[in-house]
């Protein structure tokens, strides 16, 4: 009874994964980091291509060099070895070349650090719980409160239902902001540690319970942008996603009245620990 | 380096006395070349139970989907894994590598503290049957990463105190034969051996062993306090009793990091000595690697936050750690130039343990390039707890660590058996390995920028092929492994006779000596010049 039951199970997986395959369910892949949809992904963006074309370049340079030794110097060549074994001029040169380098990276680096770094001036603040496993998202000078939660259903986790387009990058409630407002984002836990991240965002924070972590962001674009818990968070770290839907501002305001109307009584419970206990550097919320 | 005839040794036969018998031989043993060969042993076995939980851990990342394991399995064996290769395979790899190579290559007649040594070693195998057994109590073996962070890892069950128990065994252990090690380098070599003298394995395990000595014990100290937060009622890192979690970290990372390195100069010195014998030339730049290798070291102990740029640190913290860390890249890339260097113009051949050499110099600058990377604070913003970060590492420590090791394994093995390895079967394990690692890890680039967190069980569907592509590579590095162990048994069982000079461009104290050396060795120093 159960053999046959694993056995159906297998099959019925087997199958969904072959139908999967030939049906195109397999969404694209991606090679390289999304560019993203605020001025500051596109500059951690930047700053990604940059250093890497620099160790290409390094690393075309070095094994060039490595690989042409190897292929001339052979002894199968009739190479014979040379006996030297310093030159101090040599080795000053790189190491102040690879130090030039370094400084030529780390000053974009040092600037977008620091526009990372100034959350001030933001004209919503919205804080995020993390819990084992969802997220609170609490608009704190609208009053709005709710869970996001994983809504993948389970059968399509044991494989006994096809997978969907979005499967475990989507949620029942998703946080919900305005474009082209600068949105500050505290991040904060219940629990255990939990990091909030959306790669078109540009960053993720870590959501560490007794602290608040500050964040913000600008989306650009309207949209549906889906990340995950980025920390180690327990048995179904895997499974507590973050999307966030992006609107135009009226919009917004309109999602914002239908909320209170809703006027959800099961969040008001659910509130975390005291929090004027928790924040640090005296932060005022 | 030449040595002087040992004049007078065999004048008088004094207590010359072989291996005791039997199996109280190993269990007793005193001899830096038996306790060498155990800890050797011993980490291959590690490296099988190891891999055998990395193969289920990329057997259910195959497809999307729970298909073989349960999420919080899949979290044991991600922790069980890093904890059993970290602490059980790499580690005492180089302690038996030191243990082994270190008297004979500073014309010593054995380690410093040789019951000491024995005692680093019989602690190893029960410190890691009672980390196993964990796996075994209820609630499971502990599932909260490597990185043991609070508050997810004081919800491990009974499994608890035992993992602590058994990584202080293993600190104890690590201790023990890092001060060994410091014992034997600075009083034990032949007069003559003077510290500019000693051959690069030496020095960097000088500086490993330095560096064991200084952040052992704060591992200790910090998974102490996860004990006591747990059942004493202290507060350290529960922020509800006033403590702060995010201090663990801090504590870890000032021993994670330096650990980093431990687990990587040791290779820098065995990278150093196989690439000039097989390019019949000198070691380019030797002072300079020596100086390298001390400015890795004091750096590794400044750049730790590079680990935790988003807890959420104050901006002028996360530039002091962004800038440290891209300081480390200088040093790196002086050893990787004397390499390169030292093949340049030289005569080589390509056995065994000279491929991995290369294989090691090409896939860790690989490695160092994604750590460049992972320095950029900002970037590493998106980068970090991704398979990014999971790619960064494992080339740093497979084709890097691991690689160097195995490299060490064929290159010492016939002075240590006075058996040739099979070449043949050493060049397919060679082949089958590189290929496998890049299949298995260069696609986890691409996963973790990308968007695909590491320590998931199951993934959004965008993320199948590379998966499958890295699953793929897994088992093909897996199993080619079965290669090299057979080639080991068989080497040590027989096989062709090596001379004691072994390979032609080999220089240095231990291969003047006989292949096997006999058990005890340089009782009369050395003269060397
Ligand atoms: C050029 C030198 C290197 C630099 C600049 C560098 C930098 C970094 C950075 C910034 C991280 C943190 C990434 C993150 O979690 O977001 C990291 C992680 C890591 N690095 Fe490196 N690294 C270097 C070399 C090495 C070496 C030589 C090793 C070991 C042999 C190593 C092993 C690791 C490990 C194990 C982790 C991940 C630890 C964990 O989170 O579990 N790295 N590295
Ligand atoms: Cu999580
Ligand atoms: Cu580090």
Known sequence: MAISRIAQGG???????????????????????????????????????????????????????????????R????????????????????????????????????????RMADARDAELTIKVTGYQWRWQYDYLDQGVSFFSTLSTPQAQIRNTASKGEHYLLEVDNPLVVPVGKKVRILTTAADVIHSWWVPDLGWKKDAIPGFINEAWTQIDKPGIYRGQCAELCGRDHGFMPVVVKAVSPEEFE??????????????????????SATVPGGQTL | MSTAAPTHEHGHDHEHHGPAPGLSRWILTTNHKDIGTLYLLFSLLMFFIGGAMALVIRAEL????????????????????????????VMPAFVGLANWLIPIMIGAPDMALPRMNNWSFWIMPFAFTLLLSTLFTAGGGPAGGWTL??????????????????????????IMGAINIVATILNLRAPTMTLMKMPLFVWTWLITAFLLVAVMPVLAGAVTMLLTDKYFGTSFFNAAGGGDPVMFQHIFWFFGHPEVYIMIL????????????????????????????????????????????TVGMPLAGELFFMYATMLIAVPTGVKVFNWVSTMWRGSMTFETPMLFAIAFVILFTIGGFSGLMLAIAPADFQYHDT???????????????????????YYWLPKWTGHMYNEKLGQWHFWLSVVGINVLFFPQHFLGLAGMPRRIPDYALQFTEFNMISTVGAFIFGISQLLFAYNVIQTIRGGAKATDQVWEGAKGLEWTLSSPPPYHTFQTAPRVD
């Open chain 2, 62 to 89: 195959f497809q999307p989907g729970l298909q073989i394991v349960d999420p919080h399995f899949f979290n044991q064996m991600t922790t069980m894994h890093a904890l059993v290769m970290i602490f059980g395979a």
């Open chain 1, 11 to 73: 099959v019925v997986a087997l199958g969904s994964a072959l139908w999967g395959w030939s049906t195109g369910a397999y969404a694209e892949y991606e090679l390289n980091m999304p560019q993203g949809v605020t001025s500051i992904s596109k500059d951690v963006y930047d700053l990604h291509m940059l250093i890497f074309w620099i160790c290409v370049a390094i690393g075309i340079g070095v094994f060039g060099v490595m690989f042409w030794s190897i292929y001339h110097h």
């Open chain 2, 266 to 309: 040791p290779a820098f010195g065995v990278i150093s000595m196989i690439i000039p014998t097989f390019a019949r030339k000198p070691l380019f730049g030797y002072a300079s690697m020596v100086y390298a290798t001390a400015s890795i070291a004091f750096l590794s102990f400044i750049v730790w936050a590079h680990h935790m740029f």
């Open chain 2, 149 to 174: 962070y609070p508050p997810l890892v004081l919800q491990t069950g009974e499994a608890f105190p035992f993992v602590i128990l058994a990584v202080h065994m293993m600190g104890a252990s690590s």
């Open chain 1, 75 to 114: 002894k199968s060549r009739g190479a014979v070895a040379a006996q030297f074994h310093e030159s101090t001029v040599i080795e000053i040169i790189w190491t102040i070349i690879p130090m030039a380098i370094l400084i030529a990276m780390a000053v974009p680096a040092t600037g977008t650090l620091v």
């Open chain 1, 254 to 275: 309109q999602w914002l009245v239908q909320m209170k109307a809703q006027a959800n009584p099961q969040t008001a419970q659910n509130k975390p620990v005291s929090l």
């Open chain 2, 387 to 409: 398979y990014f970060v999971v790619a960064h590492f494992h080339y740093v420590l497979v084709p890097g660590a691991v690689f160097s090791i195995m490299a060490a394994a």
